[in-house]
């Protein structure tokens, strides 16, 4: 049987060798060899990222959501406030950093908690707050980003999470897990 599966004690990869084939401002491309649970040699291209936080802002009970045009998929879409971690910048302070500036407001963070985004390729994590208590105190937002701030009924944003509504990951995870968290 040519795709007959092994079971291997030992799932780890070890990395023989890494090329760094492009170094941007928002991310890393590496091209790394690899050597297999088995033995044999791969080649492994990873996007490294320096991580991102992402916001469920409640005012009231609607759910601030940042409506931007988004170039890699040439469409609009309706995302929950987010950005990059800024070297040596904590979660907490680039949530509260990022909301301000997407939003316009500032408020008490708890944490929910983490996530990868796409491990088969990229090491970026997410690190997602949800804000309350939300006072008004806006910073100026990044001088290439081009944003509208949306207010949606929180029972509207959980109906659209489960129904697959909203087209950004982070987004729909970040309804659902505040969601059941509010549940509980």
């Not at 959501?65 to 302070?93: M, N, W």
């Not at 939300?134 to 944003?147: G, R, S």
Request: include cysteine; proline fraction near 5%; glycine fraction near 8%.
């Amino acid at each position: 049987m040519p795709n007959q599966k092994k079971d291997f004690a030992d799932l780890r990869e070890e990395c023989l060798r890494q090329e760094t084939i492009f170094q941007g401002r928002l991310l890393r491309l590496n091209r790394d060899v690899v050597r297999l649970p088995n033995g044999a040699e791969a080649t492994r291209e990873v996007v490294i990222h320096p991580g991102a936080v992402a916001i469920v802002a409640m005012e009231g009970e609607e759910l601030l959501l940042v409506k931007q045009y988004r170039y890699p998929i040439a469409q609009e879409t309706l995302e929950i406030p987010a950005g990059k971690l800024e070297s040596g910048e904590t979660p907490e302070a680039c949530a509260q950093r990022e909301l301000r500036e997407e939003t316009g407001y500032q408020g008490r963070l708890t944490y929910l908690g983490r996530f990868y985004t796409t491990p088969g390729f990229s090491n970026e994590l997410i690190h997602l707050f949800s804000a309350r208590d939300l006072v008004w105190a806006p910073l100026t937002a990044d001088e290439d980003e081009f944003l509208g701030v949306e207010r949606i009924p929180w029972v509207e944003a959980i109906r659209k999470a489960r129904n697959g509504e909203f087209q950004d990951a982070k987004t729909a995870l970040g309804i659902l897990i505040q969601a059941g968290k509010t549940s509980d």
